[in-house]
């Protein structure tokens, strides 16, 4: 939080069929419906988040990520990364209050790789879902599914991740918690505003503006077999899991939801600081970078490098 | 027990390198040296087990199975069995008392799938390891590796299952815990002679006397997650997992020894009583009855059933 | 198993308020409802139990445990025990079918300690509760509160438990497992008929009949953590917990229905063969063997022994 | 880390036998010791934290802490927090250089409530214990104990907490997290600089400068079901659980070091950004708040409170 950036905020994806993805983001995942507009866009969050929403989903025609918005400790925050975006380059565009239910106004930029983000400030605090501020209980009985307790972070994939890196933290104030470099080229980068082992991570590819995956915190590694297991009596379509990450050192598990969107679900992971040195894995080793146990990228993972 | 039959009491595998097997075993699988025999053998125990050994590591030109010995409640139940095996045809063989150190007088027999089974009732018993029967602590301090718990079961495969499971219901009293059924054809079998969920395991094939897999119980999915990184750590080849069995619902991790032999270690499952009705899966479900999550069988499964 | 008992099949206690009760056991528990009888008795089983039932709820004025029945291999077998019995010197009761709906007829027999015991081998079985006998998934969806497995055993406590610790070793072909000397007396007594670290168990006590608990199985020491959550979230009467046992090893929580029968939920402990030599316990290490890590008795324990 | 504080960074305790916490600290804990100095000092780390060393033990003739140091983003913000403190009319004093091997100048201050705390923004970083920073695996072979994985907070309580918490807040930036309010006071206080359910915690009591507990982390909350067992092996003196907090939501278990200092080890619990609101509990909820599921004070802690 190094310039006051507290955390991705929320994500806009695209799904084909809205009611499909409704029944998989709250009965899988276990989110909560919040909203609907007049767009037809649904508004979700998962149970430990005080904000209104965090996922909307938007029917389309092709899968994929709209923009994600990072929500920051102040309107003056949001003023003062306007004006540094502006400064650095960056296509700003101004997103007036309401355009999401509940939000206030956004600052909307682009970036290198062709992603799309958002900064914000004010949304609407509904409070945790089920339990309150006040003697709260542990947890909220009637939770479904997954029981996913945050939208977590994304990985993206892009060309220039270098350009997009050098934007989240020199403007951003975020930190490079680790690195997967090949020679001299930094291949992948994994990036904090907190102490998470990453709010946002990219990966190098030709094409711009991809999505690799949307992540959500479960409670336990415990939590992450439940998920599988569901993964399974749902006939949801998995990728890979559950298994650990090398990078982050997360329990984890990848599948998707009925559009192709990839979900991931995860339990732990190291911590970071802003006095921390990067982490740095080789691109040789790239396949125990991300699948730890397996040691080798799945065709999925192979496919996004080329 | 139906007829004194108590559990899998040993199995002599062979290795191609004896002090790589025993690293792997002791320092990987977590298992306790406890003797070797002037044939240069090496016996092996989990910490749980009472008696002196139960894995023995014999060095040879091929991986594989040598025999699986069966403990009985008594000599006489050997008596009685050694008889009735006789008489339903098997060949038996008398093994002389400390053949294997420690272990008394075993009774040998064959089977329709090639496989080489012992009975014998006495083995010098050492008690658990670095836990006493008086004012006993919760688990020994020193344990290392994947600590395993106890040598729990094995998988085989070879021609002719239905002989074979035969053999272990009607002669040794065994009863059938689940199946696999390819129309009337049962291609898989799983065999308890206790409340485990399977103490044998079968799987039809052309070639005789097979080992798919021996395994060893560990105490959680939290273990099975250890143990998977110890897999890593130490560049084991791994096989498939963490996951869990649709058939047993255990929760699961395959992996090699370093010569090829292929071990499980896995925690929890399903519970049994003889007044249960066997559990079916169809072959079309073949993929989800062994690997819950993926729900397809991997290449190395799937060079077994041809 | 030695003498064809297979496991506790029953249990019928007494309750208060059969709503409340009901409530309890199924809302907090997680029990099933099954049936209630024209008598106004209540029929309750956990998910993973194949036979109709286990717990049996009668409403009466006295809190307390009416019976326990222990379910056999099959009818000849509790013709054999029945005898047995009467020859030991036991009085023995025939309870015709269906006086428990869809339970055969039940041989009842008293005991040393003051307590009512049960052998039958016949009940409905309508199968685990929501997963097949097919294909089966790993768990069923729906199930609620602490999602207990099933009913497991029960602690008992009257005079004379040698007496009663003969009967079920001499006659039932109970093993023992673990015991507490103090000096020469056995002062408390853990006996299995299986694998499991108990079936049963009695302490020494003065007063004759009284129930200690009844145990339910979890899943996991995670399960142990959510039935501790759920206790505190019903304002549950709690007694102790979540803390491991010495004895058994079991990881373990007691608590209160609300009539004030002691109930528990546990999960993981040793497991147990008929070679095994009983784990020994000194009476002044009584405090570690019941609670492990607290290492003394609670007031509650402490005024079982007077 | 509004103002730039970014964790706690070393606490000093005092220690009646140097050996024996060492032992305790070591062995118990898992803690590695890193070095020690002329004043007899010893130097220990957890192994997460890249820092040299963040427990610093000083033999003396009275348990308790001597002081807690927060590190800082960089010596500027040190400066900047210096003037401001004095500002605030606290007592600073300027440590030298190396007073404590390896660490930079600290500024040392005063608060209401008795304790002593410093800033500081420079130490010798060793990294994290036993793996790299390159390609690293996913923890440490060779770790002893409860394999405690960072020094936490610590609950401090002393008279007037709202003189302290104010410092807290508005000097140095921290959040409050949760509050116990009696009426209208705040009888108990817990504050974060990051996103940690705490970073320190008070609670009112007439004495200045006393110590509750040091906490540090572990992975999981099968792991403080192996704190547990090893505080009973090792015969470590017990305060209370394993438990759940209703306070953070942390599980948890308190013992002591063998001068009496009590320890905390937990896993799990909340998190925190700065828009959230506080958490108020009720100071007639006050057991449940400190232990959810037992929801009663222990004698222990009711005498931290008079």
Redesign the interface.
């Known amino acids: 939080?190094?310039k006051g950036v507290?955390?991705p905020g929320h994500m806009q994806i695209r799904v084909l069929d809205l009611d499909e993805a409704v029944k998989h983001y709250t009965e899988v995942l276990g989110l909560i419906e919040m909203d609907r507009d007049p767009q037809g866009r649904v508004y979700l969050k998962a149970w430990?988040e005080?904000d209104k929403f965090s996922l909307v989903l938007r029917e389309a025609d092709v899968p994929g990520l709209d923009f994600v918005g990072y929500?920051c400790?102040n309107e003056s925050t949001v003023d003062t990364l306007r004006q540094q975006l502006i400064e650095y380059g960056c296509t700003v565009e101004d997103i007036h209050e309401n355009e999401l239910n509940g939000c206030g106004r956004r600052v909307r930029f682009d970036s290198p790789t062709g992603h799309v983000f958002e900064l914000f400030a004010s949304k609407e605090?509904t409070?945790r879902w089920g339990v309150s501020?006040?003697?709260?209980?542990?947890?909220p009985?009637g939770l479904r599914g997954m029981k996913a307790q945050r939208l977590d972070h994304c990985l993206l994939y892009g060309p220039n991740i270098a350009g997009t890196v050098d934007l989240f933290r020199e403007v951003l104030g975020f930190d490079l918690v680790e690195q997967v470099l090949d020679g001299d080229t930094r291949v992948a980068a994994f990036l904090t505003s907190?102490?998470?082992a990453h709010d946002v991570a990219f990966i190098e590819c030709p094409e711009p503006g991809k999505l690799h995956h949307i992540s959500f915190l479960l409670?336990?590694?415990?939590e992450v077999?439940r998920a599988?297991?569901l993964?399974?009596?749902t006939d949801t379509s998995?990728d890979i899991?559950?298994?650990?990450h090398?990078i982050t050192?997360g329990?984890t598990?990848y599948f998707f939801d009925p559009s192709g969107n990839r979900n991931e679900v995860f339990a732990?992971g190291?911590?970071f600081?802003?006095?921390?040195?990067?982490?740095?894995?080789?691109a040789e080793?790239l396949g125990?970078?991300i699948f730890?146990?397996?040691?080798v990228l799945n065709d999925a993972f192979l496919s996004v490098l080329t």
């Open positions: 939080m190094k507290l955390r430990t005080v929500k400790l605090q409070g501020n006040h003697n709260p209980e542990a947890w009985r907190s102490m998470k409670e336990s590694w415990d077999l599988a297991d993964i399974s009596m998995i899991g559950p298994t650990r090398g050192h329990k598990i732990g190291n911590y600081y802003s006095d921390h040195e990067p982490i740095t894995w080789d080793q125990k970078a730890y146990h397996d040691r």
